[in-house]
């Protein structure tokens, strides 16, 4: 039987490799995902996982019996590409550039990543070794077909990334040269005060990150909804519609013609059973 084009579109979550990274690819088929977002290594370690031919091999197998597609990695959260200090910068760029290797060599299409964060700089300064960290990954990027996306994040301490302007002027400075793009958490720009509570809201979110970035940069949802206040900086998840945001924001982004086609991955609290619901709840507002 065909599937209705509700149940086509990509929505996932970030699910275990637990014992092998095909696992996750089976735990995301169980919950009713089309897609998932995983960790192709231990992200607190900056030591990463190895991945060998056979490794490869049954991971690319599993994506073709699971029929999922358009999996996203999530880089490690110790990297930091805008780091003034010489030697974790030289450990980021190491552990980024190790990260885009296990995603090619797995056929992984998105890396997310966190732009970075300015611990003793500027948020300009921050901005521009990021760019210039970035650059240093041509050559590798082309070796082969994950795109890097920049992660909308919430503001927190020291991040950069939580205004628009941030990520365009990422994009403006490497596109062409690496393949980029943004991937937007829902609870994050909530937090950074894009507001998302109501359907004017929403659309007056995605008609000025399209004025500032633009909509053809954008590729992938964290769909999230947050736990703490509107502009509050701070990145707490809740699950959909249990937050401050609220449930309109998600009906909005599953039926949005720019939008809903776009991948969309959970990363709320609870895990699996809760995932379940939730996958198809985007599904039943995309009807």
Known sequence: MSKTPAEQLLIGAHTSTAGGVENAL?????????????????QKQ???????DEIAELFEAT??????????????????????KEELLEKSHGAFAKEIERCHALGITYLNFHPGAATGSSVDECLDQIVKSLLQFEK???????????????????????????????IEETKGTIPIGVCIDTCHIFAAGYDLRTKKACD????????????EHLYAFHMNDSM??????????AHL??????IEAFR???????????????????????????IALLRKFAL
């Open 252 to 278: 909005f982004l599953m039926t949005h013609p720019k939008l809903r086609e776009l991948p969309k991955y959970l990363e709320t609290p609870k895990g699996l059973p809760k995932w379940t619901e939730e």
């Open 140 to 170: 590798l990027c082309s070796q082969g077909k994950t795109r890097l996306l920049l992660e909308a994040t919430a503001g927190q301490g020291s991040s950069v990334g939580h205004e628009f302007e941030h990520l365009a002027y990422i």
């Open 26 to 42: 089976l735990e995301a088929a169980e919950i009713g995902a089309t897609t998932c977002q995983i960790f192709t290594s231990n």
């Open 228 to 237: 703490k206040p509107f502009a509050s900086k701070r990145d707490r998840h």
């Open 241 to 246: 519609g249990e937050g401050e945001i609220g």
């Open 63 to 84: 994506l073709e019996d699971t029929g999922l597609s358009k999996i996203m990695s999530h880089a490690s959260y110790l990297i930091n590409l805008g780091s003034p």
């Open 46 to 52: 900056w030591k990463g996982r190895v991945i060998t």
């Open 204 to 215: 007056a979110t995605f008609i000025e990150f399209d004025e500032v970035v633009g909509l």
